[in-house]
C-alpha cells in the first residue's frame, strides 16, 4: 500500500515538474525575438500596401497617411480574426479616402496648390488649399471617434485614391458620403508611452498587442532631407530609405507621418543606432518606396514610441446583429476645440480615493433590445461597473428600478464596446438608464469619467450625471454634469439588437476645424 502511494507521489511531482517546465519555457518564448504579420507560420494577417502618393512624385500627396495607417490595423485584425481570410480580397480592403474626406475633422483641399516649398523646391499639391490651411489631416483617434458613431467603413474599390486626377493635378472627385458600410469598431485600444515604467516596458506590450490584434498605428518624424532628392541632413541609414533611425532627441513628440507596426526583429541592425533591434514599419507610399513599401525604425529613435507618443490597435468586428443606430451621449469621442494630438478629457473623484459613477439618461424610441454598452476607458485595468436602470426617479434625482447589472474588467485603455452577458428589453417611450461605475485603484494616473464638451451649446435633450461612492456611504453628491462643465457631456453609449424598431438616436453632425495634419507637408520644416 505504502509502495504504490510513494509510486502516485512520485508520478505526481515528476508531472507537475514537467508542467511546469513546460508553462516556463511557454512564458520564456512568449515574445520571440523576431515577427513579420506577413509571414506568420505560413498565413499573411496584414493587407497588401496602399499609396496616398503618385509613384515616382512623392510630394504629390493627399495627406491621409492616418487614414491608411489606421485602416491597416483595422484590416490586420479583420485577418487576424478570421472574419476575412484573403489580405488581397476585396472584403479586406477599405477605403482611407473616403475616410479622409468625411471624416469630418478636416478641411479636404480638391484643388491642385502649384505653390513651391522645400530645396529644391516642389509643389504643395493637394496637402494645403491656397490659404495655406491644412487638408486631409488627422490622426488614429479621430478614426476611433468616427467609428464609434457606428457607421462603418467603406470598400477600396468603392473609393480608390484618386491617382490619376492627382497626376494630371486635376481637381480632384470627392466621393459620395453615403455609399455601402461595413464592419464594426469593437475598441480603440490606446497605448501610452508615459503609461509603462520602460521603453522595454512599453516595447513588450506594443508586441503582446501586435501578436494578439494584429497591426497597430502609431507616428513617427520625418522631414523634407528624408525624400529623394530634397537637401538637408537626412535620418535614413541607407539609400534604400529602408533603415530609419533618428538620433536628436530634441525632436521628441514631433510626429507628423502616420505609419502602421507590422512586427519587429530584435536582431536588425541599424547603422549608427545604439543597438540591434527594430520595428518593421508598413508606410503608405506605394510599393516603389523603401523595401517595397516597408521600413524598419530602429527601437533607439528618439522620436518612434518615446515621450508622449502612443500607438493604436483597432479591433475589428463583423457587425452583425447589432444596429448601426445607437443611443449615444455624444456624437463624438473628443472635446473641442480638437487637435491632432488630443487625447480624451476626464473627471471623476479618484482624487478623494472614492468610486466614480457616471449616468446618463436616454428614452427608447422604439421597442428595443439593449445589447451593449460603449464606453471609453483613461486607465489601464479598470474595474466598471454597468447597471442598466429602467426608470429616474425626479423626487430622488436619481435611478431607480434596476433591470441589469454586472462587472467587467478593461485591461487596456481605450473605447470599448462591451456585450452584456443578456439582452435588456426597452419599451417604446420608456426612459431608461445607463450606469458606469469605474472602482478607485491607488495606480489610475487619471480620472476615469470621460466627457465630451462642445463649442456651443448641445441641442440634445440627453442629460448625464455623476456621482461618488465608497464602500460606507454608497452612491452619493448626484450632480447634473453640466451644471459643473458648461457644455459637456459624460460619454455614454447603448447599443441595441440589429433588427430593433428604433435602433437608437445616434448623432450624427460634425464640424470641419482647423487641425494638426499629419502630412508630408510638415516634412519641410525642420528644426
Request: aromatic letters at 10%.
Amino acid at each position: 500500500m505504502f509502495l504504490k502511494s510513494s509510486k502516485i507521489q512520485i508520478l505526481v511531482i515528476v508531472t507537475l515538474l514537467l508542467i511546469s517546465t513546460t508553462v516556463n519555457a511557454i512564458e520564456s518564448h512568449e515574445i520571440p525575438s523576431s515577427y513579420d504579420l506577413r509571414d506568420v507560420q505560413g498565413h499573411c494577417y496584414i493587407t497588401p500596401v496602399k499609396s496616398q502618393i503618385v509613384p515616382g512624385q512623392w510630394w504629390n500627396c493627399v495627406g491621409i497617411c492616418w487614414a491608411c495607417a489606421s485602416l491597416a490595423s483595422f484590416e490586420s485584425s479583420l485577418l487576424k480574426q478570421g472574419i476575412v481570410k484573403d489580405p488581397n480580397s476585396i472584403e479586406a480592403n477599405l477605403s482611407p479616402w473616403h475616410l479622409g474626406c468625411h471624416i469630418g475633422y478636416n478641411h479636404p483641399n480638391y484643388e491642385f496648390n502649384d505653390t513651391l516649398v522645400g530645396d529644391p523646391q516642389v509643389p504643395i499639391s493637394y496637402q494645403l488649399d491656397n490659404t495655406m490651411q491644412y487638408g486631409y489631416g488627422g490622426s488614429p483617434l479621430f478614426t476611433v471617434d468616427y467609428l464609434s458613431t457606428g457607421r462603418g467603413l467603406v470598400l477600396e474599390t468603392q473609393a480608390p485614391v484618386p491617382i490619376e486626377q492627382m497626376r494630371a493635378r486635376e481637381t480632384l472627385d470627392r466621393p459620395e458620403k453615403n455609399l455601402p458600410r461595413h464592419y464594426m469598431l469593437r475598441a480603440g485600444l490606446v497605448y501610452e508611452r508615459q503609461d509603462y515604467g520602460s521603453d522595454g516596458e512599453y516595447r513588450n506590450a506594443i508586441k503582446e498587442a501586435l501578436m494578439e490584434h494584429g497591426a497597430l498605428s502609431s507616428m513617427m518624424y520625418l522631414c523634407a532631407p528624408d525624400f529623394p532628392g530634397q537637401n538637408g541632413h537626412s535620418y535614413w541609414r541607407d539609400d534604400n530609405y529602408t533603415d530609419y533611425y533618428c538620433d536628436d532627441p530634441e525632436l521628441m513628440d514631433n510626429v507628423v507621418h502616420a505609419v502602421t507596426i507590422a512586427g519587429w526583429d530584435d536582431q536588425r541592425e541599424i547603422s549608427g543606432a545604439l543597438g540591434p533591434g527594430a520595428w518593421l514599419i508598413k508606410d503608405s507610399m506605394g510599393t516603389d518606396f523603401h523595401d517595397e513599401g516597408y521600413l524598419w525604425i530602429s527601437y533607439h529613435d528618439t522620436v518612434f514610441l518615446k515621450g508622449h507618443s502612443y500607438a493604436v490597435s483597432f479591433i475589428a468586428d463583423s457587425g452583425k446583429g447589432y444596429s448601426r443606430q445607437r443611443y449615444s451621449t455624444n456624437s463624438r469621442t473628443l472635446s473641442e476645440p480638437v487637435a491632432g494630438e488630443s487625447m480624451y478629457e476626464s473627471d471623476g473623484y479618484s482624487a478623494l480615493g472614492r468610486d466614480s459613477w457616471c449616468f446618463a439618461r436616454f428614452i427608447a424610441s422604439g421597442d428595443d433590445h439593449l445589447k451593449a454598452v460603449g464606453l471609453i476607458t483613461v486607465n489601464n485595468e479598470e474595474e466598471v461597473t454597468i447597471n442598466i436602470f429602467g426608470a429616474w426617479d425626479e423626487a430622488e434625482n436619481k435611478p431607480c428600478g434596476l433591470l441589469h447589472r454586472e462587472e467587467i474588467v478593461l485591461e487596456e485603455k481605450g473605447y470599448h464596446v462591451i456585450d452584456l452577458n443578456r439582452l435588456v428589453k426597452l419599451d417604446i417611450g420608456q426612459e431608461f438608464v445607463i450606469a458606469l461605475g469605474f472602482r478607485y485603484s491607488s495606480r489610475a494616473t487619471r480620472e476615469p469619467l470621460v466627457y465630451v464638451t462642445d463649442a456651443e451649446p448641445s441641442s440634445s435633450d440627453i442629460r448625464t450625471y455623476w456621482a461618488s461612492a465608497d464602500g460606507d456611504t454608497g452612491l452619493s453628491g448626484w450632480k447634473e454634469y453640466s451644471e459643473e462643465r458648461e457644455n459637456a457631456l459624460l460619454y455614454i453609449q447603448g447599443i441595441t439588437l440589429e433588427g430593433s424598431s428604433s435602433g437608437g438616436c445616434s448623432i450624427e453632425a460634425f464640424h470641419p476645424r482647423l487641425l494638426l495634419c499629419l502630412v508630408p507637408l510638415m516634412w519641410l520644416r525642420r528644426k
